[in-house]
């Protein structure tokens, strides 16, 4: 079973619009979440985080949203630039040493 | 200073035969991670070192797969008899320490194909 689930397999922004990716999970035990960006070739590379105690971190224009009652988290990205174009990995864990991961969103940005 | 480095970047095999995986950490991370990524998947873990605890190898698909890592350092996955089904991204990544919130760095991958 997916105990963390990245439901768009793609999404395509305006360059300068806002990016909005979305992540689900099911586990009521992980407290700690990951957000993680990888280009073509090059293994991920990690971009922001939040624990449980938290619903908002912010780290300049990436913000990560949690929801904890709905088992959400989401990543905003604002503006958007060509250089976030690459694919994103949301990732959990329940405290142990081990993350769960999403299978990733594509995120293209248009011109 | 040096990240994590895999090699090979890339490995074409026929099916039956035996690779070997090689993943050098960051220096001085005591954990390291493998992980596999096959296409339109998240990553999936494999096996886990930390410093000298026995790894937690819960992750292996099979007993044609095996990693050590010497010396606390570099590590090496092996899969044996390869199957066409083992065609994945291999993905090796370090931390300082086991604790959950230290970053986990990734080096840039192996792709195997399995003929």
């Known amino acids: 079973d997916q105990q963390v689930k990245q439901n768009s397999p793609s999404l395509s922004v305006q360059e300068g619009r806002i990016s909005i990716l979305n992540c689900d999970y099911t586990?009521?035990?992980?407290?700690?979440f990951l957000w993680y960006k990888k280009y073509p070739a090059e293994g991920p590379t990690f971009l922001i985080s939040?624990?449980?105690i938290k619903d908002k971190n912010e780290d300049g224009r990436f913000t990560v949203f949690l929801n904890k009652s709905a088992k959400h988290l989401s990543l905003h990205i604002v503006p958007s630039q060509p250089g976030d174009s690459a694919v994103y990995f949301c990732?959990?864990?329940?405290?142990?040493?081990?993350?769960?991961w999403g299978a990733g969103t594509k995120l293209i940005i248009k011109p | 200073g040096a990240g994590v480095s895999q090699s090979p970047s890339n490995k074409v095999t026929e099916k039956g035969k035996d690779v070997e995986l090689r993943c050098d950490p960051i220096?001085?991370?005591?954990?390291l991670y493998w992980y596999r990524q096959s296409l339109g998947q998240g990553l999936e873990f494999l096996i886990y070192?930390?410093?000298?605890?026995?790894?937690?190898k819960s992750g292996l698909p099979s007993d044609r797969f095996s990693a050590e890592r010497t010396g606390g350092s570099v590590s090496t996955l092996t899969i044996q008899r390869t199957q066409q089904e083992d065609s994945a991204v291999y993905l090796c990544?370090?931390?300082?320490?086991?604790?959950?919130?230290?970053?986990?760095?990734f080096g840039p991958g192996t792709r195997l194909t399995v003929l």
């Open positions: 990544a370090s931390r300082y320490s086991g604790t959950i919130t230290d970053t986990q760095y």
């Open positions: 070192f930390q410093g000298n605890s026995a790894p937690d």
């Open positions: 939040i624990s449980s």
């Open positions: 586990n009521s035990m992980f407290d700690y």
């Open positions: 990732a959990a864990s329940d405290g142990d040493y081990q993350l769960i």
């Open positions: 220096s001085g991370h005591t954990a």
